[in-house]
């Protein structure tokens, strides 16, 4: 059926087991199997769920709330000092085998095949890809390292990319399947200091629409969420984080009143929690008939 591994495997084929896997496509005899011998329940069970950037912040509560509503994990990410206590983590507490991983670069297409191959061994299909791994890193445009903007671009649109690209080669053959990007409200909406965040997040939309009309023929629908700003994750409040980046935007006041400006702007008064985001994750599992659409998760502040 398949006359080359490559197309799939890339320079890491899959093995003869799987390959002979595949090729039978039992896969709902498979998911009955496993299923049947857990008591998990939740508005993802049985879903098998691959998400990138998943060691830590947004990536790992995203897994964290999936895995809490019933779903098995595939997580990657660069990071093995903390990726692999994250799969500890969510195999200890919601069960034995919930979760498995591998080191992965997002940039990397054959990172991504092993990923795709590691869910299909382990839980026999795909459901949903969540490309979550991304970089901000915030600059005035004339003192922006030019490396560092291609850096950012080429994670977070490339890598949004190659994950769909990946997780489609599989899902085609199901005829069923999501795409969800981890967007931004800075790719509806220009940002001060952020142009290369913006310019990957304003293009990760028009690629969720275009990609979305390619692959529903197969059966995938892709969308994108766009949160508002994590205030209370690191990637904010940890030292050398956003509140101190974006003191010099507003005339070097303290990290307090970044924080107090940030939350101003959003019209119910706090910032984004992954909560939120799970949920509009598990809105889009469930629903059958919304395809290239960017969610506005921002408490109002976005509304285009």
Partial sequence: MYENTLAFGGPN?????????????????????????????????????????????????IAEGLAAEGARLVLADMNPATLN???GFLNEVYGHGVAVGGVCNVTSESDLDRMVALAISTFGG????ISNAGILKAFKVTDFPADTWRAIVDVNLAGYFLTAKCAA?????????????????????GSKYN????????GGIGLTQSLALDLIEDGVRVNAICPGNFLDLPLWSAPGGLFDQYRP?????????????????????????VSDVVKTILYILEQGYETGQAYNVTGGQEMR
């Fill in 13 to 61: 084929p899959l093995t003869k087991r799987e390959w002979t896997f595949i090729d039978n496509w039992s896969v709902e005899k498979y998911r009955r199997k496993q299923a049947a011998g857990s008591s998990t329940a939740g508005r993802a069970a049985g879903k098998v769920i691959l998400v990138t950037g998943a060691a830590q912040g947004v990536g790992k509560e």
């Fill in 249 to 273: 935007k507003f005339g070097n006041v303290s990290r307090e009143e970044v924080r107090k400006i940030y939350e101003g702007k959003v019209p119910m008064g706090r910032g984004c929690q």
């Fill in 126 to 129: 795909l459901d949903a890809a």
């Fill in 195 to 202: 142009s290369a965040y913006a310019a990957s997040k304003f």
């Fill in 85 to 87: 206590p994250t799969i």
């Fill in 169 to 189: 080669k599989a899902m085609r053959y199901q005829h069923s399947g999501n795409i969800i990007q981890i967007n931004s409200k800075s790719g509806k909406m």
